[in-house]
């Protein structure tokens, strides 16, 4: 079956300008979350949906937000976009048999 | 923040040899995972193990998990070139669905 898909791959904002990122996990996965990584602070926990309800929210500041929708595809939106927003950020969905993640390739995030 | 810690946090070794890093953590958990991560990809799901288990392996791995210690170590044996890649323990701490990934190891190869 198909993999987690993110879109887009890659994508350069300039500050202060606001970006959706897209992610449809594995069918059948109902669970969804999102992750930024940066060579600094490495993997942070953003949110987690489950059944289009928020489940967990990492600390991250009120820009950044997330949504699922009634087929489990979510989307996370970040505005007034920071320098240092500029991460891979990963979505993964989750075997609701295992709690083993699926990642996707990530969206690749450039803010200038 | 991190939940995890791994150890080293960069690790090169000649092909052939075995690989060890280390995960530690910070609160009781349900499980701990490890995945890997080519660069600038997703990560990849490489084995999970239980609260209430102490040892597992898959293939060429090998995970040892300390709920005392609060400690994990992964073992790749006879490494090979396409093992290259950092590898990040996760833990889902009791009562919480949130998996938390720890620093990660950056594994080096050498041909």
Same mark, same amino acid.
């Given at each position: 079956?198909? =993999? ?7 994508? +350069? ?12 996990? +594995? ?14 602070? =490495? ?14 929210? =990492? ?46 390739? =990530? ?6 | ?111």
């Amino acid at each position: 079956k198909a =993999g987690v898909t993110q879109t887009p791959r890659y994508l +350069i904002k300039t500050r202060g300008q606001q970006v959706t990122l897209s992610c449809s996990p +594995i069918s059948g996965h109902r669970s969804v979350s999102w992750y930024q990584q940066t060579p600094g602070q =490495g993997l942070q926990f953003l949110f987690e949906y489950f059944s289009e309800t928020q489940r967990n929210k =990492g600390n991250f500041p009120g820009r950044f937000s997330g949504r699922q929708f009634s087929n489990s595809r979510s989307e996370m939106n970040v505005s007034t976009l920071e320098l240092g927003d500029s991460a891979l950020y990963l979505c993964a969905s989750t075997d609701g048999n295992t709690g083993e993640l699926f990642f996707g390739e =990530g969206s690749r995030l450039t803010v200038l | 923040s991190q939940q995890g810690e791994e150890d080293p946090q960069a690790l090169s070794i000649q092909e052939g040899e075995n690989a060890t890093m280390n995960c530690s953590y910070k609160t009781s958990i349900n499980n701990l995972q490890w995945y890997r991560q080519n660069s600038g990809r997703g990560l990849v799901h490489l084995i999970l193990i239980r609260s209430n288990e102490r040892e597992k392996h898959s293939g060429r791995l090998r995970v040892t998990l300390d709920t005392s210690k609060k400690s994990s170590s992964l073992l790749i044996t006879a490494s090979r070139a396409a093992d290259t890649a950092s590898y990040f323990c996760a833990t889902d701490a009791s009562g919480n669905e949130k998996l938390t990934f720890g620093t990660g190891t950056r594994l080096t190869i050498i041909p």
